[in-house]
């Protein structure tokens, strides 16, 4: 939990030292499209492992 908290510090604290709004803005929807595309890379590798993909 700690951790999730100092991530969230972090990344509060990144986007508050860029000063334009549509930077900061554009930065944020950056991360946001980043994370669930790596979320929808991990789910897809987890559900091949669990359905008992070849992987060859």
């Known amino acids: 939990m ?9 990344y509060d604290e990144a986007f508050k030292a860029i000063g334009s709004f549509i930077l ?3 930065y944020k929807a950056f ?11 991990l789910y897809a590798f987890i559900y ?3 359905t008992g993909f070849a992987f060859d």
Do not use: D, E
């Open 2 to 10: 700690k951790s999730l908290l100092l991530f969230r510090q972090l």
């Open 24 to 26: 900061r803005n554009a």
């Open 48 to 50: 091949r492992i669990a």
């Open 31 to 41: 991360f946001w499209f980043c994370f669930f595309c790596y979320a929808i890379v």
